[in-house]
């Protein structure tokens, strides 16, 4: 079993910068595959990023893709979200997420098996 928690939201100004952790307890994470999704007020859930154990091969959503930076410290069992030059859009609750399952498509959310409980980005115009 893993347990993840998230940390590092919070309300931010169009532009601004905030970095997501994701701590990991229960298990070494460091043959997972770990994903970050966000779910905005009335709308499902959607990938933001995700992040390979094997050779730690990033990726990303359009809508993020050259602002947010996903990385993961084995040695600290974390994954650790860097969003910059944030916009209202990006206002969401951000999941972390963790697979032990191998050869997976990273952006379907159902093959994760473990999530945290989420944390709160704003970003205000």
């Known amino acids: 079993q893993v347990q993840l928690v998230e940390s590092g939201g919070g309300l931010v100004q169009a532009g601004g910068s905030l970095r997501l952790s994701c701590a990991a307890s229960?298990?070494?994470?460091?043959?997972?595959?770990m994903g970050w999704f966000r779910q905005a007020p009335g709308k499902e859930r959607e990938f933001v990023s995700a992040?390979?154990?094997?050779?730690?091969?990033?990726t990303y959503a359009d809508s993020v893709k050259g602002r947010f930076t996903i990385s993961r410290d084995n040695a600290k069992n974390t994954v650790n979200l860097q969003m910059n030059s944030l916009k209202p859009e990006d206002t969401a609750v951000y999941y972390c997420a963790a697979t032990a399952r191998s050869g997976i498509y990273p952006r379907n959310a159902d093959v994760y098996d473990y999530w945290g409980q989420g944390t709160q980005v704003t970003v205000s115009s």
């Open positions: 229960g298990s070494t994470i460091d043959r997972y595959n």
């Open positions: 992040i390979r154990w094997s050779d730690s091969l990033a």
